[in-house]
């Protein structure tokens, strides 16, 4: 039960400092960079959990849907998105655990999830659906039942621009909060070198 108090705890501080979209209307927004050698997006996930009891059951999950939006008809996207081409690319996985500790998982053709094709490119137009305990069962060579984690992540697409939501349920509350993946340095910043623009 402590268990479940501290992920609870950590939760709500989250919803509390990162759960209001800064965009006044609420509206989804995706960000995007490009340039003449490398292409990639970066979104930030300010809080993930999966916390197994044990009795097996769960005290918390997160479900991760992130889309390659560059399936759009033209004109459709405005003039922010003139000159980005429909790439595709895999998807990175930054993640730290609340101890510090980062992970790092990049998807292939094996990787877990819906809507990768055969490389484990993300395609335009799709949408590529995974569980936090299917990336963590991944990266720490555990069964999915086993692998525990609460922290926060960036996801980098590897092509022009990503955008996606991510729930996470405590069950022991009964509730799922559902949060937009956003830039932690609100509208412009660098991370890793890279320039990351939103749409105004």
């Known amino acids: 039960m402590t268990k479940l108090r501290s992920i609870v705890c950590f939760s709500f501080l989250a919803i509390l400092a990162f ?74 996985f930054f993640l730290w655990d609340s101890d510090g500790t980062p992970l790092f998982y990049e998807t292939a053709a094996d990787s877990p999830g819906v809507g990768l094709d055969e490389m484990g490119y993300l395609q335009p137009g799709r949408t590529y659906t995974v569980r936090l305990a299917e990336i963590l069962s991944q990266i720490k060579g555990l069964p999915e039942d086993e692998v525990e984690f609460t922290g926060y992540g960036w996801v980098v697409g590897n092509f022009d621009a990503i955008a996606g939501t991510y729930s996470v349920t405590i069950f022991g509350l009964g509730f799922t909060q559902n949060f937009e993946f956003t830039p932690a340095v609100g509208h412009g910043g660098t991370l890793t070198g890279l320039q990351i623009h939103t749409n105004p």
């Open 19 to 92: 759960g209001v979209n800064a965009q006044a209307g609420g509206d989804a927004v995706a960000f995007a960079i490009g340039d003449a050698t490398t292409s990639q997006a970066a979104v930030y996930a300010a809080f993930l959990a999966r916390v197994p009891n044990d009795d097996g059951s769960l005290s918390a999950d997160t479900a991760i849907s992130l889309s390659n939006i560059l399936g759009a008809p033209a004109g459709t996207l405005g003039d922010f998105y003139d000159g980005f081409g429909d790439r595709s690319g895999t998807v990175e």
